[in-house]
């Protein structure tokens, strides 16, 4: 690794284990990720095609609980397994559900550490671009093990056209446009743009869809586009 990209990975953990930047952290969504509160409500809604009202759902990076909250007040009778490697944002995230954490289980981890399952849909919003493409195969694969046939996973994260280094950069200025016309601090959305262009695995979006039909998921469909951000819907193989 680079000394650029291990900068780059270094700021994002320090915002996920520092109590400020921890203390701030559900006003950053909305902020960098156009109709993040949308995201959520088509997330429930394609996650609800297949899942009953006993449905379980897990959900991976569920620290600070934005979307654990948002899942879990429009679907009152679903449970959900939370997981996320940050303790501090896990902390925010019981914090965040308040009352409705009684139909949440919190795993301090990754994805080896969830239940075998089968888990009745699946998501991951705004994750799975902090793993590089041959760990995050193999996170995707571990999660379409964990679901029932038929069942929904639902991923939304970084995913840009980068066919050249001016197409990558035009697209991260148009993300930190973003992010300061919406009410982000300059100075730190400077800060950001660097360390995603040094660290974090944004991939193509062609190369993303790869990832999903290499890990088994078939109906694969693209849900969500906006700027810097793309949002799929897969299933797990159906029974013959």
Do not use: C
Not at 13 to 27: G, H
């Amino acid at each position: 690794m680079s000394a650029d990209s291990e900068n780059g990975v270094q700021f994002f953990r320090s915002a996920f284990s520092d109590p400020d930047a921890v203390a701030r952290y559900t006003e950053g969504p909305p902020r960098v990720v156009p109709g993040y509160d949308s995201l959520h409500r088509m997330t429930g809604i394609l996650l609800a095609e297949q899942a009953q009202n006993d449905a379980t759902i897990l959900v991976l990076g569920a620290g600070g609980g934005l979307e654990l909250k948002a899942l879990a007040e429009t679907y009152p009778t679903w449970r959900f397994v939370g997981v996320d490697p940050a303790e501090m944002m896990l902390e925010l995230a019981a914090l965040t559900l308040g009352p409705l954490i009684e139909r949440v289980e919190l795993i301090h981890g990754y994805i080896d550490d969830a239940p075998a399952g089968p888990f009745d849909g699946a998501t991951s919003l705004l994750t799975l671009h902090f793993l590089k493409a041959e760990e995050r195969l193999r996170t995707v694969l571990a999660v379409r093990e964990r679901l029932r046939p038929g069942a929904a996973f639902v991923a939304a994260h970084g995913s840009f056209p980068q066919r050249n280094a001016e197409e990558r950069a035009l697209w991260l200025s148009r993300y930190a446009a973003f992010a300061v016309t919406s009410g982000g601090d300059p100075e730190m959305v400077v800060k950001a743009r660097a360390a995603i262009e040094a660290g974090v695995s944004m991939l193509a979006p062609d190369e993303d869809e790869a990832i999903f039909r290499a890990a088994g998921f078939s109906e694969l469909s693209l849900f969500y586009a906006a700027f810097n951000w793309r949002g799929w819907v897969a299933r797990a193989p159906r029974l013959p």
